[in-house]
């Protein structure tokens, strides 16, 4: 039966404000964007379009709905209550539209597509000198990545059943009230992403970019290609991808947690301003969303825990592999953990985010706080090729990366004999059951790379796509009546599309039961 949906992902009045050419830039601390959201101007020149582009990145955080969503948080008995976070937590389906929901989300993630397909649209008009192939770059880019994200968001993995219901992939800007749109199905779209990955590759240039981190670089394009060719299972891609990034020794680009804990020794809440950083090396493509994920989640009542049976413990303080023997490993040191402020006892959290207010910021639910997201990192591109290298069976390259990782990030060279490395309990399967096989060797080294993929990027919601890709269960100690176990094969791993969007034809996801909406 054909599903479709009309109007689906943002007003008519937003709808018009981009088929019109009127600017839709919010504010940025980094980037020269018009401090007026709602100014129309007119798009006459190829200023504009990259203006309209600079507004087309995600105005809208996903780590505020999707980390209390993983293992990587437990319930903090006197921290501050609020809905979403608590819905999050017990993986409920959420449509209420404030910031951090996956709404805000979806509805950004759509607007930013309109923005894409409004400049390529008046891209057409002008002489495809470099500076116009550059903004097409950009806009395929744009478009592309936001399509992936919703796509991994709000449809199963991919590999699935041929038949799995994608989102829909927008490719023109909206000029008519009513306009009907089918979802097609995850293969369908990840075709879709990859034509225009491909195509934004081959022409963004950074040459004419002021601040190239804010926008996608060629090096964050690649680091895109590595991810995405990773979902997707295209090893020897996500190869040759990260090896643009990385270059031949990738040492240089990788987060020095090592260093970090030296220049931070009593200043573990000043994180932020060497996370966030453009001039870190391993900062590939930032971007400002209005967020109040800064301000939130030190006293959240579900968060990062510190305690000896918290999660804390759990993720940096264990062995990196079961055959270590009496070796020591413990991360949480090197990764300048802060406390969370009393009566909240056993929180401990990461302090990775700035806040830039506009306004005076005040009252349960303030509004114009800007937060600084990290959406793509060199870090991640290792890790991603180590995945690849595993998956090709080239297992000595794998544990090189290894090596390299460990002497960058912390200062220590791994004394793991390399055939340990590709040694573990068949027990694992139980945990780690991706849509393609893995034989033990492989299934020894996935294991490692992903812990440390947990690890890196604790506090970031990136654990959530590892946690579908490989169809790991959680478990919460909660005595709620909403809890119920999050199971591998589980329905609540996939969002639940918008409500105004199943009034409008949308298909819903399924769910196995009914849940209290919120």
């Known amino acids: 039966m054909r599903k479709t949906h009309k109007t689906l992902f943002f007003s008519l009045l937003l709808a018009a404000w981009v088929a019109t050419g009127t600017s839709l830039t919010g504010c940025n601390k980094f980037l020269d964007k018009n401090p007026d959201s709602e100014l129309a101007i007119d798009i006459d020149s190829e200023e504009r379009i990259a203006e309209l582009l600079t507004g087309a990145y995600p105005e809208a955080s996903y780590i505020a709905f999707l980390e209390p969503r993983t293992d990587n948080v437990a319930e903090r008995p006197n921290g501050v209550h609020n809905s979403l976070n608590e819905a999050m937590f017990f993986w409920e389906d959420y449509d209420q539209e404030d910031l951090d929901t996956p709404l805000n989300y979806w509805n950004a993630c759509y607007k930013g597509i309109a923005q ?3 400049a390529l649209e008046l891209l057409k008009s002008y002489p495809k000198t470099e500076r116009v192939k550059a903004l097409y770059g950009e806009a395929f880019l744009l478009r592309a990545y936001l399509h992936f994200m919703l796509v991994n968001l709000w449809s199963e993995p991919y590999g699935g059943a041929a038949s799995n219901p994608g989102i829909p992939y927008v490719t023109r800007p909206e000029k008519h009230a009513l306009v009907d749109y089918q979802r097609g199905t995850v293969g369908e779209v990840y075709d879709k992403i990859e034509a225009d990955l491909k195509l934004g590759i081959t022409l963004v240039n950074d040459t004419y970019y002021k601040q190239p981190k804010f926008h996608f670089n060629k090096r964050a394009a690649y680091a895109f290609a590595s991810r995405f060719y990773l979902f997707k299972g295209e090893w020897a891609l996500v190869v040759a991808y990260a090896n643009y990034v990385l270059g031949a020794k990738p040492q240089p680009f990788l987060r020095p ?10 200043h573990h809440d000043d994180l932020y301003r060497l996370y966030n950083s453009p001039e870190e090396p391993a900062n590939l493509l ?55 402020p009393v009566p909240l006892n056993n929180g ?20 114009d706080l800007y937060v600084t997201n990290v959406l793509l990192t060199a870090d991640e591109v290792l890790l991603n ?37 590709t040694s573990t309990s068949a027990a694992n399967y139980d945990l780690f059951s991706p849509n393609y096989g893995l034989s033990l060797k492989q299934l020894a080294m996935v294991k490692l790379i992903v812990d440390f993929r947990r690890k890196e990027f604790y506090g970031e919601g990136l654990r959530w796509f590892d946690l579908r890709r490989f169809h790991i269960p959680v478990k919460r100690s909660s005595n ?14 996939v969002l639940q599309i918008p409500t105004e969007a199943q009034r409008r034809g949308l298909a819903p996801n399924p769910r196995d039961r009914q849940q209290r909406l919120r």
Do not use: C
């Open 480 to 493: 709620s009546a909403y809890y119920f176990p999050l199971e591998k094969e589980d329905p609540r791993k």
């Open 116 to 118: 894409a397909n409004k």
């Open 348 to 367: 401990r959290y990461l302090a990775k985010f700035d806040e830039l207010s506009t306004t005076e910021s005040i009252g349960v639910k303030p509004r």
């Open 286 to 340: 930032l971007t400002t969303t209005e967020s109040r994920l800064a301000r939130l989640m030190p006293t959240e009542r579900y968060g990062s825990t510190g305690t000896r049976l918290g999660t804390v413990h759990e993720v940096f303080n264990k062995k990196y592999h079961e055959q270590l023997g009496d070796v020591s490993s413990q991360f949480e040191g090197l990764y300048t953990f802060t406390n969370s």
């Open 385 to 421: 090729r180590m995945e690849a290298y595993v998956m090709l069976r080239d297992y000595d390259r794998a544990i090189d990366d290894f090596v390299e990782y460990m002497e960058a990030k912390f200062g220590y060279t791994p004394t793991l004999e390399r055939a340990l490395y």
């Open 257 to 266: 947690w090592w260093q970090y804990a030296r220049q931070l020794l009593f």
